[in-house]
């Protein structure tokens, strides 16, 4: 109890000195940047400006020696139409009936639920679309033509909706005969306004046209 009520004096003290909280912002920013978790855009070097919604996904393979010891290997780490969501948080369940099916029932058991893996990125494209400060633009899907991975869309979008975030899905030939930039370089589809963009194609040279 005493901790926390000295946690909250500090807070308020906190808030009631701007000085000493925005040193303790730019103290965190550089730190952040230090470890590589945010980065200096080319335009302002020197600053934080533009908001960039970044989805990763790492991923790794169990690498088994001859001598018997294993250990995690990165295999690639996607920076641009980052799959699997959805799906991933469904994994234990295939798992669990795998094991249990040779019968290893307890080692079933020891399976983790995996962490909402769909409800933490979506939370991201969700802040990302609230710092855009405008309650009607939307979330545009840009996907390909041929959608193979429309599923693991459909659980994002589904939770995107449920917070009240509209999501709409255009494909490149859509965006280039049907959009449009104004002149504070605000996107516009359809009569729609644009907040965020979650590529989910667009990562290979020949994604592109010349329109």
Not at 2 to 24: C, G, H, K, W, Y
Not at 41 to 57: D, F, K, Q, Y
Not at 151 to 158: D, G, I, P, T
Request: aromatic share 8%; net charge negative; with cysteine.
């Amino acid at each position: 109890r005493s901790i926390v009520m000295a946690t909250e004096v500090f807070l308020q003290q906190l808030m009631t000195n701007p000085d000493r909280l925005n040193r303790l912002a730019e103290d965190a920013k550089e730190l952040a940047l230090f470890h590589g978790i945010i980065m200096r855009t080319h335009e302002t070097p020197n600053s934080s400006e533009s908001i960039v919604v970044g989805l990763n996904r790492s991923d790794y393979l169990l690498d088994q020696r001859d001598d018997g010891t294993t250990s995690l290997k990165q295999i690639e780490i996607n920076t641009i139409s980052a799959g699997g969501f959805g799906t991933t948080d469904r994994l234990p369940i295939v798992h669990r009936h795998t094991l249990k099916s040779v019968g290893l029932l307890k080692e079933s058991e020891s399976i983790p639920d995996t962490n909402s893996i769909t409800s933490g990125m979506t939370a991201v494209l969700a802040k990302g679309w609230e710092l855009y400060g405008q309650p009607k633009a939307v979330i545009l899907f840009l996907v390909e033509d041929i959608q193979i991975s429309r599923l693991s869309h459909h659980c994002m979008e589904k939770e995107l909706w449920n917070r009240n975030i509209p999501v709409i899905r255009r494909r490149f030939e859509e965006v280039s005969r049907r959009a449009s930039l104004d002149d504070d370089k605000k996107l516009f589809i359809d009569g729609l306004e644009v907040a965020l963009v979650y590529f989910r194609y667009g990562y290979m040279p020949d994604n592109y046209t010349e329109e």
